[in-house]
């Protein structure tokens, strides 16, 4: 991809808006070209003495009036071109965010939070500035400089001549100091979005950062990438501090050749005090362009650096997506399949599943269990294709995993996963995130199912508490009951707990999940846990181990065989016999 391919569709959207603002813009230096002549004759008149007091109110009228319409013109302008670069950023941040939705599980595995902020705020806006102001910067460049050359030239084209003669050392300067700007303002940004994405973490992991008494550890941390982002921005700042410098010495060597020579052509006749002071005027004009040369080029390569990072994010495409995907399928039933199933996360890494195989009928309870690490969690990531399984291996309602829509996919197989993740918003908003439409008192029902309806109605404002960044002002087991609640108000066919009731008691745990399996006969649910006690009454239990399916049955049928399943629940027996517990 070209650098400005990806910012062309929103140019072209907005081309009248921007054509015209730059009509406004012609207007602008068409009436400032003029204020210089209409001086030239004012004083030209005034030293041949042909004109009197009612000519200099007229001239001084119009004047007066060429900066009203300019002032008019410019606000226009203003809010034509920078209006719609504002709306540009806003349409391509959209769009950003949108990109990141569809990307896949192993991109933000990949990627840092902070990495991808620095993309949406100090990038998007980098952009901006170059199509807002660079934009009409770059345009008033060109009309500017040819139309005050044009009228140099009228006046006195041997003294225009001399006056441009430091010019030629702009073009080397821009072509020295362009690139550095380019690949230096590059490295400002990385070290900005490290910066963010340290601050990010240290603040999302204060608690854990309190309670190991580790502060002055994390100030050193946010110290070591602060002081690099200085030493970035130090090293982008020497460039600027000689390039525009350097820019106005050109600029001054030329304005002093215009006066000196320009002065003595005056004293010899060889041009009028109007034209030279006309002159003069021409030549400031000039100078706002060549000043802006600097300008724009640091823009510039500001602006395309940043929207190259920004390339490098749109460039990537989705692992999981409906390229296979048949759109006429809209509901799913839910009895699941794996069919020679196998898989790992990287092809020289071990395989998580070998060659596994098994069925549950829509409507069933079905429970995973194993030691850490087996794979229980890959499993039902599999299933709702947060990553893709090999072709041809899991089938929902004898369909084919890659010919559901994700979007039916996921609205019909809700996944409550290890860990909760709670918005910063009220609980009876957190609950009803997947259904937002839903009535009160189905968030209370749901909220009473999962067991947490009475804790939330102790708070002082009961649905309405705010629960903070990622629940923080929930216990672990509220939050995990929260998100229980939130999964069933949307009554999937297909339930998938991944532990989700691991910090909760054993007796609560065991009370919600038999009501959970009560109220969802006829649908289908998957359960993941590690107590043996919440996962008796399933239809189907499997024990995953060895990359393989170790043992299948109900829980009596695993009882009997005597493997890895009953010594799992041997031991649970004889802890809850210890701690006083029932299993």
Known sequence: MRTFDSILPYLKKSYSRIAAGIVMLILVDVVQLAVPKVMQHAIDSIQARSIDSAGLAWIGLIIFGLAIAVMILRFFWRVLIIGNSFQIEKSLRQDFYNHLLKLSQNFFNRS???????????????????????????????????????????????????????????????????????????????????????????????????????????????DEVSHDFVKQNMALAKIAGVFH?????????????????????????????????????????????????????????????????????????????????????????????????????????PLIFNDISMKIDAGKTLAI??????????????????????????????????????????RDAVLV???????????????????????????????????????????????????????????????????????LLTNPRILILDDALSAVDTKTERHILERLIELRRGRTTIIIAHRISSIQHADKIIVLGDAKIAERGNHKDLIIQRGLYNDLYEKQKIRAKLEGEDL
């Open 245 to 349: 410098p350097f820019m106005g010495f050109v600029i001054s060597t030329s304005i002093v050749i215009t006066l000196y020579f320009g002065g003595r052509a005056a004293i010899r006749g060889d041009i009028t005090i109007g034209g030279f002071i006309a002159f003069f005027q021409y030549l400031g004009m000039l100078v706002w362009p060549m000043i802006a040369i600097g300008w724009i080029v640091d823009m510039y390569q500001r602006g395309t650096a940043s929207l190259k990072r920004l390339n490098e994010i749109f460039t990537v495409n989705p692992e999981v997506n409906d390229d296979l995907a048949d759109s006429s399928i809209t509901e799913l039933n839910g009895s699941i399949r794996l069919s020679n199933l196998s898989f790992r996360y990287g092809e020289d890494l």
């Open 369 to 410: 269990v194993g030691p850490t690490g087996c794979g229980k969690t890959t499993l039902i990531e599999l299933l709702v294709r947060i990553y893709n399984p090999q072709p041809e291996s899991i089938f929902i309602d004898d369909k084919e995993l890659f010919s559901i829509p994700l979007q039916v996919l996921r």
């Open 112 to 222: 840092k939070t902070g990495d991808l902020m620095a993309y949406a705020t100090n990038d998007l806006n980098a952009v901006r500035m170059l199509f807002g102001i660079g934009l009409i910067a770059a345009m008033d460049i060109v009309l500017m400089t040819v139309a005050s050359f044009s009228f140099m030239v009228s006046i006195n084209w041997r003294l225009t001549l001399l006056a441009i003669i430091p010019m030629p050392f702009l073009t080397l300067t821009i072509r020295h100091f362009g690139k550095k700007m380019h690949k230096r303002f590059a490295n400002v940004q990385q070290s900005f979005a490290t910066l963010s994405g340290r601050v990010q973490e240290s603040i999302s992991g204060i608690r854990i950062v309190k309670a190991f008494v580790q502060e002055n550890t994390e100030l050193d941390k946010i």
């Open 417 to 487: 996963p290890q860990d909760i993740f709670l918005f910063s918003d009220t609980i009876a908003n957190n609950i009803r995130l997947g259904n937002p439409d839903t009535t009160d008192d189905a968030v209370y029902e749901a909220a009473k199912t999962a067991r947490v309806y009475d804790e939330i109605m102790d708070f002082e404002h009961k649905f309405d508490t705010m629960v903070g960044e990622r629940g923080i002002t929930l216990s672990g087991g509220q939050k995990q009951r929260v998100a229980i609640a939130r999964a």
